[in-house]
């Protein structure tokens, strides 16, 4: 089964910034779009970022002009670059994609484990 690993949070001063990757475990897999999502602490799931498999993005209204998705079709990796960061960016951030684990086989949504991002002075 194919698994999202996430990588790149950490503890961040506000202004500062951070990059998440988030890659798909297997190199047979195929990713249509990939969704970043993140649960600030005693609240729920929010959509951060998307983008599809063709490269059109889409932005939460609070992050944008300070975060950038992109991804990697090569390297079946996606990223999320966060710059100026506030402290109501803290949370767990979640990668989620449309995946094929090979040719043949259908689509699923499959979701990484989570990263940590704590935006704090």
């Known amino acids: 089964q194919v698994q999202l690993v996430e990588s790149g949070g950490g503890l961040v001063q506000p202004g500062g910034s951070l990059r998440l990757s988030c890659v798909a475990s297997s190199s047979s897999a195929s990713v249509g779009a990939w969704t970043w999502h993140r649960q600030p602490p005693g609240r729920r799931l929010e959509m951060v970022?998307?983008?599809?498999?063709?490269?059109?993005?889409n932005y939460g209204d609070s992050v944008k002009g300070r975060f950038t998705i992109s991804r990697d079709n090569a390297k079946n990796t996606v990223y999320l670059q966060m710059d100026n960061l506030k402290p109501e960016d803290t949370g767990v951030y979640y990668c989620?994609?449309?995946?094929?684990?090979?040719?043949?086989?259908?689509?699923?949504?499959?979701w990484g484990q989570g990263t940590q991002v704590t935006v704090s002075s």
């Open positions: 970022a998307s983008i599809t498999s063709v490269g059109s993005t």
């Open positions: 989620n994609g449309n995946v094929r684990p090979r040719i043949g086989k259908p689509y699923g949504e499959v």
